[in-house]
């Protein structure tokens, strides 16, 4: 029987090969694929350290409008608002460029580790988008759109382009919910505030744009799953695997780092899993294999605002998901 469905499983000219196939070959393929995934998944693919994708590659939509001019008194009304909201601050909303205004962005700037100018140019922008989620306003015609070439998944909320920021160290192309990039700033910040001079928080996997099916994920969904690497001893934005590089995984700091996410005030953690049975405030893996032996899989809570049953749904339409997912 072995020998028969191996050899029925090899006749691929003849026979569909799904991603639910059983035969014994496509679960040869399987494994071999989640090894090398595991292997894969903290590659080098991130931007560096402080560097930030200039502002049209992060505007939140699969297209993009031609922004106004930074010299308008719309674009720089849209400037005082968001410097308002993420300083906390109560600059006038009247468009014009005037001392305080630009003494409120250099200490913007200041406060991000960005170049101290008062000028808003991409990166100064690009800061800004993210942490107040909002764009800068763009140009009534039309015409003047052009596509990103980014292909939109089920779930519009899935729409904030997570960036390397204070104590985070991001992959390229990564998309989650508000709440969730809010979230991961907050942890940020706070990780910041503990290491100032590093390590950094590695953030690997969240979502493509729109959700929905990801890489080889099984989940990565709907914008609240997020792999973070582990910490390493010689403070190397680099992958570390705490089963083979036992000389250079830093079991102290990855704590210390779990505990900072687990701590946040913004999103509450459902599930983080992890296999290190060494470390505390984690949900082993329940999976047989090389799962999340160099990262932790964080899974947050969906907002009560969204519809859990419906995002789910959207992000799993043909067998659904027996994974774990909550809200709160």
């Known amino acids: 029987m072995r020998n028969l469905a191996y050899n029925h499983a090899r006749n691929k000219t003849q026979l569909n ?15 071999d694929s989640a090894m090398e995934l595991e292997l894969d998944l903290f590659g080098e693919d991130f931007d560096s350290t402080n560097e930030f994708l200039e502002p049209d590659e992060i505007l939140r939509g699969d ?3 031609e922004e106004v001019s930074k010299k308008s008194r719309a674009y720089v009304q849209w400037v005082q608002q968001t410097l308002n909201k993420v300083l906390n601050i109560n600059l006038k909303i009247d468009g014009k460029s005037g001392k305080q205004t630009r003494s409120a ?24 988008i993210m942490l107040s989620f909002s764009s800068p306003p763009v140009s009534s015609n039309p015409s003047s759109s052009s596509s990103t070439g980014t292909t939109s998944g089920p779930i519009p909320a899935v729409n904030v382009r997570m960036l390397s920021a204070l104590g985070l160290h991001v992959r390229k192309n990564q998309f989650g919910l508000p709440e969730t990039i809010k979230a991961l700033i907050e942890i940020g910040k706070r990780w910041q505030a503990k290491h100032p001079n590093g390590p950094q928080i590695r953030i690997a996997d969240i979502s493509r744009f729109g959700g929905g099916e990801y890489r080889e994920h099984g989940s990565h969904r709907m914008g609240i799953d997020v792999d973070i690497g582990l910490m390493r001893k010689d403070g190397r934005n680099k992958k570390v695997n705490f089963k083979t590089d036992p000389n250079l995984y830093s079991r102290p700091l990855t704590q210390e780092m779990i505990n900072t996410i687990q701590a946040n005030k913004i999103l509450k953690v459902h599930r983080l899993w992890f296999n290190d049975s060494q470390v505390s405030n984690i949900n082993p ?3 047989n294999g090389p799962f999340h032996n160099n990262h932790v899989h964080v899974r947050f809570c969906l907002p009560s605002k969204y519809n859990l049953g419906a995002m789910k749904r959207a992000a799993f339409p043909i067998k659904g998901t027996k994974g774990t997912y909550a809200s709160c």
Request: charged letters at 35%.
């Open 285 to 287: 893996d329940n999976k």
């Open 105 to 128: 962005i250099r200490s913007f700037q200041k406060r991000f580790a960005l170049a101290v100018d008062g000028i808003v140019g991409s990166r100064t922008e690009a800061m800004l």
């Open 17 to 31: 090969h799904g991603r639910d196939c059983h035969c014994l070959y496509c679960k040869k393929n399987k494994a």
């Open 63 to 65: 297209e993009i409008e």
